[in-house]
């Protein structure tokens, strides 16, 4: 499993760097978002407390400007969409419960960065 983690890494750390900017680097959300990846496939049942921290920092990241949450949500749905990930929706619903966190952008299956 670490092995994957690590492939993962690489991978959005290359992807992070390719995908256009905006406010944001999305290698930072990538970094931010990376340790949510096993537990949004189901190699984990619990999310790692480095992505329950992640998601913290993205949620201060998405406070900074009005098109922060936009932003954050269209770097990882542009991550997601180049990895080809199965995130499982119930899952992505149960990150908030589950980390103990509210977030300040819009995630969900679907990914619609423009609500």
Known sequence: ????????????????????????DCSEVADNF?????????????????????LQVLNQMAKINDKGPRNICQCIEDLAYTMNAPYVASRI??????CHIHFSFPISIAMDCHR
């Not at 492939?7 to 760097?17: A, D, M, N, Y």
């Not at 049942?45 to 921290?53: L, M, V, W």
């Not at 619903?93 to 589950?98: F, G, K, T, Y």
């Open 1 to 24: 499993m670490s092995l994957l983690f690590a492939c993962i890494t690489v991978l959005f750390s290359i992807i992070g760097s390719a995908i256009g900017q905006s406010s944001y």
């Open 34 to 54: 990376i340790p949510c990846v096993t537990y949004l496939v189901e190699l984990e049942s619990r999310p790692a407390d480095r992505c329950c921290s992640g």
């Open 93 to 98: 619903q149960s990150l908030s419960r589950e």
